[in-house]
């Protein structure tokens, strides 16, 4: 039992370029996150998926595009990436969302734009 | 606005000592309050959930306080040891939106 997986665990990318992140969980849960974690802030959301094939905008969605393939996997794409992107994200998921459910969370994708 | 606001400054606490973690958040109704600790270079782990109508709850050596009228909760892990040394996060789940509103987090080190 895996939990939440990412892929990669870092990469460096140019202004402009393009990539996506992958996420995959094994645990059955309905709803997957998308977050980046800035040195002195808290965790944004940047997209959520609260069941297989809905998607919806968190709080900083602008420069991001994601995909519900399935119900285990949440991809985050960046189609042209920009410094301000440089960043750690962090995919996680939980049960059914909200309510009092908590959140399990991958060990994160380290991206560096230059 | 809406703001969540922990400790910036590490707390270094001695080993043995009981270790005190500060959340305020203010323009909130919060339903939930939830504690997450986070390792260098790892993901949050979540610990506790204390719900509003909740003034206190425990588990094992930590313990959280939600005080809805201060707009605060308390993060205290007694008997400290050196293993407790991370980050410890908060964060607010909103009943208007089900999503979580995350705290930047305390930095604390627990000194043998």
């Known amino acids: 039992n895996a939990g939440v997986t990412q892929t990669p665990k870092f990469q460096v990318l140019k202004t402009g370029q393009s990539m996506t992140l992958q996420c995959a969980q094994d645990?059955?849960?309905?709803?997957m996150y998308w977050y980046r974690q800035d040195p002195g802030m808290g965790l944004r959301l940047i997209y959520y998926?609260?069941?297989?094939?809905?998607?919806d905008k968190g709080e900083v969605p602008n420069g991001y595009n994601v995909s519900r393939l399935n119900k285990r996997e949440f991809s985050l794409r960046l189609e042209s990436a920009a410094p301000s992107q440089t960043s750690v994200y962090f995919c996680?998921?939980?049960?059914?969302?909200?309510?009092?459910?908590?959140?399990?969370f991958g060990p994160g994708t380290r991206l560096l734009v230059l | 606005s809406q703001k969540i606001e922990q400790n910036s400054e590490a707390l270094n606490i001695q080993e043995g000592k009981t270790a005190t973690l500060t959340c305020n958040y203010t323009n909130y109704s919060p339903a939930y309050l939830q504690w997450y600790r986070q390792d260098p270079g790892r993901g949050p782990v979540f610990l506790l959930l204390?719900?509003?109508n909740e003034k206190e709850k425990r588990k094992e050596r930590l313990k959280v306080t939600f005080d809805t009228t201060l707009k605060q909760s308390l993060f205290h892990i007694t008997a400290s040891q050196p293993a407790d040394s991370a980050t410890y996060l908060c964060a607010l789940l909103m009943d208007s939106n089900y999503q979580l509103i995350w705290g930047a987090g305390t930095k604390l080190i627990i000194k043998p």
């Open positions: 204390i719900r509003e």
């Open positions: 998926s609260a069941s297989e094939g809905t998607t």
């Open positions: 645990m059955n849960h309905n709803s």
């Open positions: 996680a998921s939980s049960d059914q969302g909200g309510t009092q459910e908590t959140q399990y």
